[in-house]
């Protein structure tokens, strides 16, 4: 875990049962990525949670990208052939 990240994302089983939160709120990371994901600009998400500064945000970012960098991806179910018989 980078420092950027050991001082913004924390994870505490007695604060929101152990998810992921920008430190020192009860902000999820989750939240954050949600709200991106749904085309809420940085300001707009600023100004609804105003202890969140575009650095947690960034700290989100890159905690979702250490997260999915990190897993062994298998398919859940068989995916169809692409491969054409000849």
Request: proline share 8%.
């Amino acid at each position: 875990m980078t420092h950027s990240l050991r001082n913004r994302i924390v994870v505490d089983p007695g604060i929101l049962v152990g998810k992921p939160v920008v430190r020192g709120t009860r902000i999820p990371v989750e939240l954050v990525l949600k709200d991106l994901a749904q085309d809420l600009d940085i300001g707009t998400l600023m100004e609804a949670y105003p202890r969140l500064t575009f650095e947690d945000i960034k700290a989100c970012l890159e905690y979702a990208h250490q997260v999915i960098a990190g897993e062994d991806v298998f398919p859940l179910i068989e995916q169809p052939s692409t491969h054409q018989p000849a």
